[in-house]
């Protein structure tokens, strides 16, 4: 990765942090307690890999900022929330997330729920709300619903939280890789899927061939991040990664490195970023950013 790369991911991000923070609810507001813990759960942590891919994606087409921050921020505020619920008693039952402990140990466990919801509303709400500029030209407005669509889509029971069911009903049983794979496109690849095109669609209507293109791409990079975090579960330690290591073994959980491997795991993510590259190709330059991720969802250590 090229050292503007790095400039442009530290600027990128620290931008976002600036928005997300404004589309929270302020933490002394009624009532203040909830706001809080929705403010703990999504501010200040995280690599910020969705907001980072909106960004890339809507520079292919030009997508204005405002509009881009606005759907970055939706989609870090539903990855968060799934993050406080996935981590209850009632699913994995993790006390510690992105080097703190988890929402439901600070607060407590109906606070968590809350918070789990009412940044589900807050997304849909960041994300449909107008800026001013440009709010008025028709094929804007006719995007930003598709976004709201796709987002909804990758968010619920055919997406994130289906594979979340999957995930749950999966424990003690010894999966097949393509059963696995289904399992992780909708767990983590669904809201992945959704940064990417989410970003692009920002900039214009996508025609079949870009939808195409983007797909795969994301597709590639959405099984890449599940192997790269079953690899790292199994050698990383709790320090490093900000969590709970070595938590998927325990809960006999089915993984990648559980089925093929650690060596083969690490070949797979390997071949899936070469996959992602190639997709990239007809964007040409342009998708620089977007090439630059793949490589940094692969190599992360934590």
């Not at 900022?65 to 994995?92: F, G, K, N, Q, W």
């Not at 909804?152 to 003690?172: K, P, W, Y």
């Not at 983590?188 to 195409?212: D, F, P, Q, Y």
Request: with cysteine; glycine share 8%; charged share 20%.
């Amino acid at each position: 990765m090229s050292d503007s790369f790095r400039d442009w991911m530290k600027a990128t991000q620290a931008n976002f942090e600036l928005s997300l923070a404004g589309f929270l609810p302020a933490g002394d507001v009624v009532p203040e307690r909830l706001h809080q813990a929705m403010r703990y759960a999504a501010l200040d942590g995280g690599k910020r890999v969705r907001p980072l891919l909106v960004y890339a994606a809507g520079r292919l087409f030009d997508a204005p900022a405002a509009l881009l921050a606005r759907a970055a921020t939706a989609l870090e505020m539903i990855h968060a929330y799934s993050l406080v619920h996935d981590d209850m008693p009632c699913m994995d039952d993790d006390a510690l997330r992105r080097g703190k402990p988890t929402v439901h140990v600070q607060y407590d466990e109906a606070t968590a729920l809350l918070v789990g919801d009412a940044l589900q509303a807050q997304a849909f709400l960041v994300l449909s709300q107008a800026d001013g500029e440009g709010d008025g030209d028709a094929g804007q407005a006719s995007r930003k619903l598709a976004m709201v669509r796709l987002l909804a889509q990758a968010a619920g029971s055919v997406g994130m939280c289906g594979g979340q069911a999957i995930d749950l009903a999966s424990v003690g049983l010894a999966l097949t890789q393509a059963q696995l794979e289904q399992m992780h496109r909708l767990k983590t690849g669904a809201l992945l899927r959704a940064s990417v095109l989410m970003g692009a669609m920002g900039g214009k209507t996508l025609t079949t061939v870009e939808t195409e293109a983007l797909d795969s791409y994301a597709a590639a990079i959405g099984l890449a991040f599940q192997v790269v975090d079953d690899v790292l579960d199994a050698t990383a330690d709790s320090a490093t990664l900000g969590k709970t290591a070595g938590k998927d073994a325990a809960d006999n959980k089915p993984t990648y490195v559980s089925i093929l491997g650690l060596e083969a795991s690490r070949l797979l993510a390997e071949k899936l970023c070469s996959d992602a590259h190639a997709a990239l190709l007809p964007f040409g330059e342009k998708a620089q950013q977007l090439h630059d991720l793949a490589d940094l969802i692969v190599q992360r250590k934590a």
